[in-house]
């Protein structure tokens, strides 16, 4: 465990009473500090019993787990938990409490005092869209999936703690939206700079939402551990590789970003009517908008701003797809 390290798991397997099979299997792993884990694999694979190991919800068979310096076991249960914030699909707010006192229940059982609360409340509730003078006053209820979502969110991070457990928290969330806030919790990982471990089952999301991802196959044993364009480039294991499926060139695209291609210079007399996409847009994004409007170019922004950066055509993006291209055996050979 280096001193970047934040959670580290030593040998750590989970049996349950009465299971013929391992529900996690053998696992070491270390954790570093402020980055975001996604932790990704089929059904049955041992991915939330790992994470919901890490807050005591469930206490492992064997092995030691270690948070900052300290095995967890030698942590009070309650008071461990207090310091990670948790967030599921279901989102389990408290259905007869108010948005405001939802997103308070933790900061009042640590007895914060009640400007201080109230200032936390309107902070959090801000950040994720929800403000407090619209939002706070109502019943989870009368909130759509993705408000409610987003509530949780701002409720896991309510005592401002380190670790965020996420248990495929935008599942049960219509396409648009759980692309709303998947780039939404992005955003706030940009600013937080929280150790997060993230939940699913769907790679594309792994992809997404990862700076390193964990993937476990059937047996429940850890197979490959590594950023996404890693496990992309080079799978550890058949397994590995019939898990990412086929197009692995467009998985990549959805990796890389616009601002990290060298970009033409746009023209002083500008491109007329040519659409216009932030610098923060995948590469994925930028070819299907190519196609949908049948441009010969984009008209590359800043994220907040209509001032062209640069000019981004189709022959650029072939080229970065030749580039994201990964070697076959064959090539290799």
Request: charged fraction near 25%; charge should be neutral.
């Amino acid at each position: 465990m280096t001193s970047e390290t934040l959670i580290s798991f030593r040998g750590v397997a989970k049996t349950y009473p009465g299971a013929t099979r391992a529900a996690v299997r053998e696992l070491s792993l270390d954790i570093p500090r402020g980055r975001f884990i996604t932790l990704v694999g089929p059904s049955g694979c041992g991915k939330t019993t790992t994470m919901k190991m890490v807050n005591r919800l469930i206490e492992p068979t064997s092995g030691r787990i270690v948070l900052a310096g300290q095995d967890i076991s030698t942590i009070d249960a309650t008071s461990l938990r207090r310091r990670i914030g948790y967030v599921i699909q279901q989102v389990g707010l408290f259905p007869h409490q108010t948005i405001e006192r939802n997103v308070a229940a933790v900061p009042r059982l640590l007895g914060w005092d009640k400007a201080r609360i109230r200032d936390r409340v309107a902070e959090l509730l801000d950040l994720v869209g929800v403000p407090v003078d619209e939002f706070g006053h109502r019943y989870p209820a009368q909130l759509s999936g993705g408000q409610a979502q987003r509530v949780g969110v701002a409720r896991a991070l309510a005592a401002n703690p380190e670790i965020l457990l996420m248990d495929e928290p935008f599942g049960a969330i219509d396409p648009i939206t759980r692309v709303e806030l998947q780039d939404e919790l992005l955003r706030l990982q940009r600013e937080m700079h929280k150790t997060i471990l993230f939940v699913t089952h769907d790679i594309d999301e792994a992809m997404k939402m990862g700076d390193l991802i964990a993937v476990f196959d059937q047996t429940a044993t850890l197979v490959q551990f590594g950023t996404p364009d890693d496990i992309l480039a080079s799978p550890a294991t058949e397994f590995v590789q019939r898990f990412i499926g086929e197009g692995t060139g467009l998985h990549r695209l959805k990796l890389r970003r616009v601002r990290d291609l060298p970009l033409r210079a746009a023209p002083e007399q500008g491109v007329p009517d040519a659409p216009r996409l932030p610098a923060t847009a995948t590469l994925h994004q930028a070819l299907d908008c190519l196609v949908r409007t049948s441009a010969d170019c984009l008209i590359v922004t800043e994220q907040d701003s209509p001032q062209p950066m640069g000019v981004l055509t189709f022959a650029d993006l072939q080229r970065a797809l030749r580039e994201a291209k990964t070697p076959t055996a064959e090539d290799a050979a």
